[in-house]
């Protein structure tokens, strides 16, 4: 059962801009802390951004500064703003929730996040 399903993906030139959406259930949307992935060819899945249940937010380094993360409660979203965008960050984009706890773990531990969307690619050229 498809629970988060993202959207936004596309291919853009360095610098420009992307506006990724993760569309939620019900559960576990307003239950868990939600995550954004991703992963490139040949490299770990890195966590990127994530907002807790209670409007924390974490940024990984390499995106801090371009990337904000931000959840609406009342359309079950949760959408990730790239800006300045880098050849680097071309990868496939995964929304994620964790599979307890509205508070997230920093950095977000990717076993944690039991429920995952099937991805959006990403790619800056």
């Known amino acids: 059962q498809v629970q988060l399903v993202e959207s936004g993906g596309g291919s853009v030139q360095a610098g420009g801009s992307l506006r990724l959406s993760c569309a939620a259930s019900e559960y576990p949307y307003t239950t868990a802390c939600m995550g954004w992935f991703r992963q490139a060819p040949g490299k770990e899945r890195e966590g990127v951004a994530t907002?807790?249940?209670?409007?924390?937010?974490w940024y990984a380094d390499s995106v801090k500064g371009r990337f904000t993360v931000s959840r609406d409660y009342a359309k079950r979203t949760v959408d990730l703003q790239m800006d300045s965008l880098k050849p680097e960050d071309t990868a496939m984009y995964y929304c994620?929730?964790?599979?307890?706890?509205?508070?997230?773990?920093?950095?977000?531990?990717?076993?944690?996040?039991?429920?995952w969307g099937q991805g959006t690619q990403v790619t800056v050229s």
């Open positions: 907002s807790s249940r209670y409007g924390i937010l």
């Open positions: 994620a929730a964790q599979g307890s706890g509205g508070y997230c773990y920093y950095p977000p531990r990717s076993a944690d996040f039991k429920t």
